[in-house]
């Protein structure tokens, strides 16, 4: 069992910045790859962000290449996703997960049905 709490979020002006963490309980998270999802209303959850256990690999979807940044530091069972230069399409409720299982130190996933353990969402809204 590994609980996801989040914290950040919220309302920002375009080209602003955020810094979304996600802190979870048990050491077992620092061997779990996390990813980043975010949802709108009528849309697939779709994955912004990932790497693995070390966080030594990592992968961005190609909306958001450049401008976010996922980190962990496993000292602190945390991850982190600094968003930049915002835009109003990021306007989203965004999650962070892990999967129930340890893969090896370069592995992540993509799916969001590969991911077991889910924070609560916290919404960021991006203003014109």
């Known amino acids: 069992q590994v609980q996801l709490v989040q914290s950040g979020g919220g309302l920002v002006p375009a080209g602003g910045s955020l810094r979304l963490s996600c802190t979870a309980s048990?050491?077992?998270?620092?061997?779990?790859?996390v990813g980043w999802f975010r949802q709108v209303p009528g849309k697939e959850r779709e994955n912004v962000a990932a790497c693995s256990w070390t966080c030594g690999t990592t992968r961005y979807g190609d909306s958001v290449k450049g401008r976010f940044t996922i980190t962990r530091d496993n000292a602190k069972n945390t991850a982190y996703l600094q968003m930049n230069s915002l835009k109003p399409e990021d306007t989203a409720v965004y999650y962070c997960?892990?999967?129930?299982?340890?893969?090896?130190?370069?592995?992540?996933?993509?799916?969001?049905?590969?991911?077991?353990?889910w924070g609560q969402g916290v919404q960021v809204t991006v203003s014109s």
């Open positions: 997960a892990a999967p129930s299982f340890r893969g090896g130190s370069t592995w992540y996933a993509v799916a969001d049905y590969e991911y077991e353990y």
């Open positions: 048990g050491r077992a998270f620092r061997s779990l790859a």
